[in-house]
């Protein structure tokens, strides 16, 4: 599972920094042609999905980093077992919100699916919101990772055999 979420991770990571450069590319085109005085309609649209498509990858790659945004003030009083204990609730409540997300921008993704954008109608709406399942699922892929390993530092898991690596 690990070499799964690593390529996972890493393909995320190199399609945001495309993203990203895509990005500055159309604000720095943006901004040279209100310069000049052209106008050019698509640059804007181009930039704002480019930079949500950037976030929402990295996001995912944060969860599976455990770089995310947390609530982590009680893991700092806790070690050991009781600590990984409080990780894994953690986790398994942000898996439940992931998993139901991933539900729910389905459907929304399926909804917009066949909306056009303003400036080039020949791209579809639904591209757009396509990373938010991939987002969510990714996450819920990364938390069950995570989950795992936390568990295999539990006791009662020692001797199990999937620990035996």
């Given at each position: 599972m690990k070499i799964?979420?690593?390529?996972?991770?890493?393909?995320?990571?190199s399609l945001g920094v495309l993203l990203l450069v895509i990005f500055l590319a159309a604000t720095l085109?943006?901004?040279?042609?209100?310069?000049l005085g052209i106008s050019v309609l698509w640059t804007e649209e181009i930039a704002v999905n480019s930079f949500i498509w950037a976030m929402f990858l990295?996001?995912?790659?944060?969860?599976?980093?455990?770089?995310?945004?947390?609530?982590?003030?009680?893991?700092?009083?806790?070690?050991?077992?009781?600590?990984?204990?409080?990780v894994i609730i953690q986790n398994l409540i942000m898996l439940?919100?992931?998993?139901?997300?991933?539900?729910?921008?389905?459907?929304?993704?399926?909804?917009?699916?066949?909306?056009?954008?303003?400036?080039?109608?020949?791209?579809?709406?639904?591209y757009v919101w396509l990373i938010m399942?991939?987002?969510?699922?990714s996450s819920s892929v990364y938390l069950v990772d995570n989950i795992y390993n936390e568990a295999k530092t539990l006791?009662?898991?020692?001797?199990?055999?999937?620990?035996?690596?």
């Open positions: 799964l979420t690593n390529f996972i991770a890493r393909l995320q990571i085109i943006q901004v040279i042609t209100r310069y990295g996001t995912a790659v944060m969860v599976k980093e455990n770089k995310h945004f947390g609530f982590d003030v009680l893991t700092h009083y806790f070690q050991g077992e009781k600590r990984s204990v409080l439940i919100f992931c998993l139901f997300c991933s539900l729910y921008s389905i459907e929304i993704t399926q909804a917009f699916w066949n909306s056009r954008w303003i400036s080039i109608p020949e791209f579809r709406q639904g399942p991939i987002t969510f699922i006791s009662c898991f020692k001797g199990a055999s999937w620990n035996s690596r």
